[in-house]
């Protein structure tokens, strides 16, 4: 009886579908969008302490540094809630083909890149 050898799994090679992708970051999203809680509470306590308060978060706010960070979080929120969207729809047995679940992959993807630019272009305008 010959002896199995170990598999020697290359994780280089291995690539994940479109959809594990998604999926992945829907998870990841998720998880720094929960983290941004504390902040945005913090934010929103200040902006009512008064008048000064206000003030302090408004600046806050508008820095550069925050601007960015600001347009990193509202996008994703957009994908969290676009690939939400299509996992409760595939919860009802809609786009569960490999085909479906291909395409509605990328539309998230492709919708939220193009919903992230005129995130930029407002913060620009601004």
Do not use: W
């Not at 957009?78 to 479906?100: N, P, Q, T, W, Y």
Request: proline share 3%.
């Amino acid at each position: 009886m010959k002896k199995q050898q170990p598999v020697y799994l290359n994780l280089y090679k291995i690539t994940l579908p479109v959809t594990g992708i998604v999926s992945l970051l829907h998870r990841v999203s998720g998880l720094l969008l929960a983290f941004a809680i504390p902040v945005a509470v913090y934010l929103l306590q200040l902006s009512l302490l008064d008048s000064a308060g206000y003030e302090q978060a408004k600046s806050l706010l508008e820095h550069p540094l925050a601007r960015f960070i600001k347009i990193f979080f509202y996008t994703l929120l957009v994908f969290h809630l676009l690939a939400g969207i299509r996992f409760l729809l595939m919860d009802i047995e809609l786009g569960v083909s490999k085909k479906i679940a291909n395409i509605t992959s990328r539309l998230v993807i492709l919708i939220t890149l193009v919903v992230m630019l005129l995130f930029v272009a407002l913060e620009v305008l601004i």
